[in-house]
């Protein structure tokens, strides 16, 4: 199974398109794929449907099912609370893997540094707090 992001979402199984249903499961489908082969959350999930968060668990159920029958023989695997959209690197677009690698590179290391700005900005507060408390 192929799924292309880049553009209208598409998946495609044994060389034809497959027919993924409405927006929401395409968003929720898009979301999984952005994240190949990692796990994503139920939260994750319900902030890919913004309008309707509070049906994504039976969304991602639904999405689940659509997307079994097109590869019935590919085994479920649980994963916890996450879903995930298996798969390896595609030969075939090498680019879109490594854009991939370098964004969840980025995003990691925003999140450390966003860490450390608050950690910085906390320690600055306490350091006055104390300066207030010690006169």
């Known amino acids: 199974m192929r799924v292309a992001i880049l553009g209208p979402l598409r ?9 993924v249903g409405g ?12 994240e190949a082969g990692h796990r994503v959350g139920h939260r994750a999930l319900a ?16 999405a689940d099912l659509l997307l079994r029958r097109e590869e019935p023989e590919r085994a479920a695997r649980v994963l916890g609370t996450a879903h995930a959209l ?6 075939r677009h090498p680019d879109v893997d490594r854009l991939l690698r370098d964004l969840r590179a980025h995003r990691a290391a925003y999140d450390r540094a ?22």
């Open 114 to 135: 966003s860490r450390l700005a608050a950690e910085e900005a906390l320690a600055t507060i306490r350091a006055e707090h104390d300066d207030l408390t010690a006169r």
């Open 11 to 19: 998946v495609v199984a044994d060389g034809r398109a497959a027919d």
């Open 23 to 34: 927006a929401r499961l395409r968003a929720l489908l898009a979301r999984l794929a952005l």
């Open 86 to 91: 298996r798969g390896g690197p595609n030969p």
């Open 47 to 62: 902030d890919a449907m913004p309008d309707m968060p509070m049906i994504a668990q039976v969304a991602v159920g639904t």
